[in-house]
């Protein structure tokens, strides 16, 4: 029943999202806030910025915009130096062998995420082929919850919303696909402000559950 299925990037199609906690961690480190997985879990879905907000929450010290985009640069070049370990190994061979039965199965994919590095890790990956279309934090004002990224994705596909399932890490990403007028499926063990339409251990599970 639905004709196109977009995908979160980090923690959904490669484990991008232990990166990400690394290298906040640091930044954490230095502004003197705690930091852990609970807390890391908000930062999923969300854009750059908004994550370094949100470790800002649990920091004594106030600081200026410019000493906050230097925070956010130097993270993204420890983020990036991990990125650039990436290899094709690094996104598994059940992720694309789901890809691949969705797509002889006739639907569309496309990656929908707020990344800015989207393209950088797809390319590492040597997954740009393997999807429809790609829509990323370079082509959106508004970062999840916001649908904005999922809305512009199907778009992309010419596929309407209401025939679009979004697969999800993320709270975040939830809260957007349902915005949006999509289906969700939510991978993992995040605490989900409501229930989504599916609830998988692993993305192999997807094929069985929607074909
Ligand atoms: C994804 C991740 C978030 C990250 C955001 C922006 O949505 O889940 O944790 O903050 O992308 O990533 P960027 O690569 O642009 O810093
Ligand atoms: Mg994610």
């Not at 930044?27 to 370094?52: C, W, Y």
């Not at 990656?111 to 800015?116: A, F, L, R, T, Y």
């Not at 939830?174 to 998988?200: Q, S």
Request: proline fraction near 5%; glycine fraction near 8%.
């Amino acid at each position: 029943r639905y004709q196109a299925v977009i995908f979160d990037l980090d923690g959904v199609l490669c484990t991008t999202d232990r990166f990400h906690f690394e290298a906040w961690k640091q930044t954490a480190k230095e502004v003197q806030a705690p930091f852990d997985e609970t807390i890391n879990q908000r930062l999923r879905g969300v854009s750059r910025m908004e994550s370094l907000e949100i470790i800002l929450e649990g920091s004594p010290l106030s600081l200026s915009p410019d000493e906050k985009r230097r925070l956010a640069e130097e993270k993204n070049d420890r983020y990036r130096a991990l990125l650039s370990q990436l290899t094709p190994a690094d996104m598994e061979d059940g992720v694309r062998e789901t890809l691949r039965s969705l797509r002889i199965a006739g639907l569309k994919l496309a990656v929908g995420s707020s990344s800015k590095n989207a393209g950088f890790i797809l390319h590492q990956l040597q997954a740009e082929g393997l999807f429809d279309a790609v829509c990323d934090g370079n082509q959106i004002t508004r970062s999840k919850p916001d649908p904005e990224v999922f809305l512009r994705a199907a778009e992309l596909l010419g596929i309407p919303a209401g025939l679009c399932l979004v697969v999800e890490d993320a709270p975040a990403g939830l809260e957007a696909a349902k915005a949006g007028g999509m289906d969700c499926a939510v991978i993992g063990d995040a605490a989900l402000p409501f229930a989504p339409d599916y609830h998988l251990g692993k993305l192999e599970e997807l094929p069985s559950l929607i074909l």
